[in-house]
């Protein structure tokens, strides 16, 4: 992807920070022109995988949370949210769902799930003890990426 605008943030794994986080990613879109429908995906798979971050990956026990999102001039939306927390032991087993290790709280394990379903594509990088990277593509209309002039 050849990027045409890129931004990097880091804020504190905090449940209230989740909201900023949709409220960045939203701004970063308006350039775009996205569909409602786009930026409500987008909205929800950032809060997805900032709120895993907090909860899985720090156990609300603070740190930082990272996001990088880039657009290029294929119309390709990439955003990536990053922690230096516990990480995940065995990722495919994470991504199915229902599957959660917060026992006993009321999480439903469908995190992934929801990220794959409001996105392109969905990797997860992630080693115990090393935190996780989420990395979401979605596609945006083509005629809505501002060229450069």
Same mark, same amino acid.
Do not use: W
């Given at each position: $992807?050849?990027?045409?605008?890129? $931004?990097? #943030?880091?804020?504190?794994? @905090? !449940?209230?920070?989740? =909201?900023?986080? @949709? ?14 429908? %786009?930026? =409500? ?15 899985? &990956? +720090?156990?609300?026990?603070?740190? *930082?949370? /990272? #996001?990088?999102?880039? +657009?290029? !001039? ?9 922690? %230096? ?8 087993? =994470?991504? %199915? ?6 026992? &006993?709280?009321?999480? !439903? /394990? *469908? &995190?992934?799930?929801? $990220? ?9 990088? !992630?080693?115990?003890?090393? &935190? ?18």
């Amino acid at each position: $992807m050849s990027n045409i605008n890129e $931004m990097r #943030l880091e804020f504190t794994a @905090r !449940s209230e920070n989740e =909201a900023f986080a @949709r409220l960045a990613i939203s701004g970063f879109m308006l350039p775009l022109d996205p569909t409602m429908e %786009q930026l =409500a995906d987008v909205k929800t798979a950032v809060s997805e995988a900032v709120t895993n971050a907090i909860i899985h &990956g +720090y156990g609300g026990r603070g740190g *930082m949370v /990272g #996001l990088r999102a880039a +657009y290029g !001039s294929e119309g390709d939306l990439e955003i990536e949210i990053i922690d %230096q927390g516990r990480g995940i032991d065995d990722v495919q087993r =994470a991504r %199915q769902p229902f599957f959660t290790t917060c026992k &006993g709280e009321d999480r !439903s /394990g *469908m &995190g992934f799930t929801v $990220m794959e379903s409001f996105m392109d594509d969905v990797e997860v990088k !992630s080693a115990p003890g090393k &935190g996780t990277t989420v990395i979401m593509t979605k596609q945006l209309r083509d005629d809505a990426i501002p060229h450069e002039a």
